[in-house]
């Protein structure tokens, strides 16, 4: 069994520290579900761009999604006692989504780069059926590089009861309350994450040099200015995923903080990009 952490010290006041966390998980679905419904429904939107958007807000709502169960169960209910397996499925849907979204901005980048370097042949590069395998590549990709965790956390040895640092399920908080060898978990989790948001993160840098390579080419300054604005959202979303994701990993690693400090940083970077984005 899983204990799930809520805010030590705070314990008698977990309904009041929910409010703001619900109503940041109420805009986000509602946000995200907005942005699905307009694009299902407007044949005029049903073009790479918008679908690539379709992507990351049905993304966030899978996060949300993710998440929400297990919150509602400690700060609403009371309940911090989790199932091996629950947290298992947890923690694979919440990476799983993570690596969707990364590979949706990914995506995203690929289409910026088309756009502004190679316009003419856009609607020819980015058909609706490379889209589909665009989509279907990210998805498979996702829960690749996530089953090998859940198999193999099953062959590790567990107290009888463990104390999670968070209030949901990630990988390398599982293999860091185990009492067995974990170096092959360790390995795995290491490479899904270098083969995913490391990878996926290096392309996107890359990609964005491409982009400032050609916008300076561009002789008109106004061209040059509009060119740059159709970048500036989707850098926003990138810094948004990743920097929360940087400070929560030199904060488990170097960070010498309350342990409060910790979990308000781990429960930002999960609420607020599906916030913000739409």
Excluded at 74 to 86: H, I, K, Q, R, V
Excluded at 172 to 180: E, K, V
């Amino acid at each position: 069994t899983f204990l799930l952490t809520g805010f030590p010290g705070l314990e008698a006041f977990h309904h009041w520290v929910s409010i703001p966390i619900h109503l940041i998980r109420v805009v986000s679905i509602l946000g995200n579900s907005i942005i699905l419904f307009l694009i299902h429904t407007d044949p005029a939107l049903h073009e790479p761009m918008y679908i690539f958007l379709f992507m990351l807000a049905a993304s966030d709502l899978g996060l949300c999604a993710s998440t929400f169960p297990t919150m509602v169960r400690l700060f609403w209910l009371g309940a911090c006692e989790l199932p091996f397996d629950f947290c298992v499925a947890q923690m694979f849907f919440i990476h799983a989504f993570t690596f969707v979204e990364s590979g949706v901005l990914l995506a995203m980048a690929f289409d910026l780069i088309i756009a502004i370097w190679n316009p003419l042949h856009y609607a020819t590069i980015l058909t609706h059926s490379a889209m589909v395998k665009v989509g279907t590549a990210i998805l498979v990709r996702a829960v690749l590089l996530n089953l090998p965790g859940p198999i193999l956390l099953r062959r590790l040895l567990f107290p009888q009861i463990s104390i999670l640092s968070h209030c949901y399920c990630l990988h390398c908080d599982l293999i860091g309350l185990a009492c067995s060898n974990t170096w092959v978990n360790s390995l795995v989790g290491l490479v899904s994450i270098l083969l995913s948001l490391g990878l996926d993160s290096s392309l996107i840098m890359l990609s964005y040099a491409l982009i400032l390579q050609t916008v300076l080419g561009i002789a008109s300054p106004g061209e040059r200015l509009k060119a740059l604005n159709t970048c500036v959202s989707h850098l926003c979303i990138v810094l948004i995923f990743y920097l929360p994701k940087l400070g929560l990993s030199v904060l488990h690693r170097y960070g010498h903080l309350p342990p409060h400090v910790h979990i308000l940083f781990a429960n930002f970077y999960l609420l607020f990009p599906p916030m913000v984005n739409p």
